[in-house]
């Protein structure tokens, strides 16, 4: 059974800096892509971020040029680092893991950033 497990999330004052892992139980070269999306509360969730497997990237309008989603393939991890973070950038962090016909999905970790 697949497991995608996130961390990093916690608590950051307007324009600070979180990095958020996402760790795979295994080889990310395994899917199709993975990809990082959130979920305020009240709204559906909605795409951050993502990479596929031969390298290319993705961000929404919102992320781009504050996020920056990376691979460390030895360690089947996928990072996002979010910089000058906003309060609207609170919701829960979800990673995705794609393969043909199946999406795994992790728990999620919170994201809160205070004015």
């Known amino acids: 059974q697949v497991q995608v497990v996130e961390s990093g999330g916690g608590l950051v004052q307007a324009g600070g800096s979180l990095r958020l892992s996402c760790a795979a139980s295994e080889s990310i070269f395994s899917f199709n892509y993975m990809g990082w999306y959130r979920q305020a509360p009240g709204k559906q969730r909605e795409f951050v971020a993502n990479i596929i497997s031969g390298g290319t990237i993705h961000y929404s309008d919102s992320a781009k040029g504050r996020f920056t989603i990376s691979r460390d393939n030895a360690k089947n991890t996928v990072y996002l680092q979010m910089d000058s973070l906003k309060p609207e950038d609170t919701a829960v962090y979800y990673c995705?893991?794609?393969?043909?016909?199946?999406?795994?999905w992790g728990q999620g970790t919170q994201v809160t950033v205070s004015a």
């Open positions: 995705k893991a794609r393969r043909p016909n199946t999406d795994y």
